[in-house]
């Protein structure tokens, strides 16, 4: 009932952001693109019935429903975990560590608050939104911005890190939960014009010290590997020293999707087209399917 209760809460912030976000289960269902959903915290495994995800992709609309699973499915990837007590400096890669230390002559890393954050955190907000292509409107206005602040600072376990600039400006963010004694990463903003100064580096090493040296946290994620995969944000966290931990990601589709997307003879096509690299870029979701097939096997006992 606890557990509930936190991600009812937990809910209310993504919806403030304008985000769809749906309680099923055991699980908190939060729209990540126009076609899917996926279990918030990411790294956190659950154990969804086929019900239960059918039933959020509907409501929802989307066509595929990810999230990390308590079970194997046959696809696994890395979250990157830390549980290091003695976490310092010497757990960081060599060149991370010069430009940590460089970003902490420069910049100051501290809690915030999220009233704090409601006065000098929308432009980071802004721009990182941007830059991943990812325009919110309800979180453009000043309205908005401010609603969501509000209603994050009344979550349990929801709190802020900022990575300040010399001159005082916020250069980055970053937002976690806390639930269950493991703390989650959930969303990362940065200014690009105080990039030179690392201020992510700074932000990753004092949110991560932090969080480990409290007596009510056992591990600190900043997430899972993403389908397809980011191999340039995986090698960022592993010199941040985080551990690879395996997991299992389950992939379900809607099901007026199903039959003709988990078709093996179209599977079989887009891998062939793949493989010849025609339509190369507009195939990266190819291993969605896949993994959305080695999933349904797995949850029906089906041979590949």
């Known amino acids: 009932m606890e557990a509930s209760m936190s991600l009812a809460r937990l809910a209310g912030f993504f919806r403030a952001e304008g985000r769809t976000a749906e309680l099923e289960g055991e699980g908190l269902w939060v729209a990540e693109t126009r076609l899917s959903v996926m279990g918030v915290p990411g790294p956190r495994a659950i154990r969804p019935a086929d019900s239960e995800i059918d039933r959020v992709l509907r409501r929802t609309g989307r066509v595929a429903a990810v999230y990390t699973s308590v079970v194997s499915t046959g696809v696994d990837v890395d979250r990157f975990v830390l549980r290091d007590r003695n976490y310092g400096m010497d757990s960081l890669q060599r060149q991370f560590r010069q430009q940590t230390r460089a970003a902490l002559k420069e910049c100051r890393v501290r809690a915030m608050s999220f009233a704090e954050l409601r006065q000098i955190g929308m432009p980071a907000n802004q721009e990182s939104l941007a830059r991943r292509g990812k325009m919110n409107p309800v979180l453009a206005g000043a309205d908005g911005w401010a609603v969501m602040c509000e209603v994050a600072s009344d979550v349990p376990g929801l709190e802020v890190m900022g990575c300040f ?31 030179s100064l690392h201020p992510t580096h700074a932000l990753y090493f004092g949110t991560a010290t932090d969080r480990m040296q409290r007596g009510d946290i056992d591990a600190f994620t900043v997430g899972r590997q993403t389908l397809p995969r980011m191999s340039n944000v995986d090698h960022f966290k592993d010199h941040a020293g985080f551990s690879r931990e395996r997991c299992s990601v389950g992939v379900v589709l809607h099901p007026l999707w199903r039959p003709l997307l988990l078709n093996p003879m179209v599977v079989g096509l887009l891998r062939e087209c793949r493989r010849r690299g025609v339509a190369s870029n507009r195939l990266r979701n190819l291993e969605v399917l896949e993994a959305a097939m080695a999933t349904r096997n797995t949850r029906t006992g089906r041979t590949p």
């Open 165 to 195: 600039a010399p001159r005082g400006d916020l250069a980055a963010y970053m937002i976690t939960w806390t639930h269950e004694r493991w703390c989650y990463g959930l969303q990362l903003c940065w200014v690009s014009a105080y990039r």
